[in-house]
């Protein structure tokens, strides 16, 4: 005579049986199995999704070395190769601004000196263009700045588009920080 959990114990084992059986017939029904199996894929009716496109910066690193020769404040050259700031223009390297007051001030010297502290010795990450004199940097950035915004906000440049300009530059102008120093000089910065 069996015990109480001897009974369960064999109903456990027929269920389980049981359970095994059913689940080898159900494996034609399953996508995964346990051996390894040839797929035609011709048969198969699963939904196949596009390859996911993978997004690339088009930037790429300029390493800048030490000894650089600053031309104005938005352009420099080194290895016989003249790099110029997309999208800003800049006053002459010798130009000579008006203060308020009525001094001068050596303000091209200025632009250029703070450009050659902002790239000289580091590597850059710019979106490169090429071109048969001079290669275009545009997007620049060293690590914590993107170039071209800090030499708007330092007043040093001004944006070469014809609708106004950028939030950088508008600080400058506001705070009457480098060519902005005049107010006479708003229009018309290099003639200033």
């Known amino acids: 005579m069996m015990t109480g959990r001897a009974t369960v114990v064999v109903a456990a084992?027929?269920?389980s049986s049981l359970i095994h059986n059913s689940a080898l017939r159900a494996e034609?029904?399953?996508p995964w199995t346990e051996k390894p199996v040839r797929?035609?894929?011709s048969k198969q009716t699963f939904e196949r999704l596009p390859p996911r496109e993978m997004q690339t910066d088009p930037r790429q690193w300029l390493v800048v070395p030490a000894r650089i020769?600053?031309?104005d404040g938005v352009s420099f050259a080194f290895s016989n190769k003249t790099y110029r700031l997309a999208g800003l223009k800049s006053i002459d390297r010798k130009h000579m601004c008006k203060m308020?007051?009525?001094?001068?001030w050596a303000c091209g010297r200025m632009a250029a000196?703070?450009?050659g502290n902002l790239v000289r010795g580091k590597r850059l990450l710019c979106e490169i263009n090429e071109g048969p004199e001079i290669v275009m940097l545009d997007n620049c950035q060293v690590p914590g700045k993107v170039i071209s915004e800090a030499v708007l906000k330092a007043g040093y440049a001004w944006s070469s588009t014809d609708h106004g300009g950028s939030p950088a530059e508008a600080f400058a102008k506001?705070?009457?920080v480098g060519l902005w120093r005049n107010p006479a000089c708003m229009d018309k910065p290099d003639a200033c």
């Open 13 to 15: 084992l027929l269920l």
């Open 100 to 104: 308020i007051e009525g001094g001068r």
């Open 174 to 176: 506001a705070n009457g």
């Open 28 to 30: 034609e029904q399953v």
């Open 113 to 115: 000196i703070f450009l």
């Open 69 to 71: 020769e600053v031309i």
């Open 39 to 41: 797929i035609d894929r």
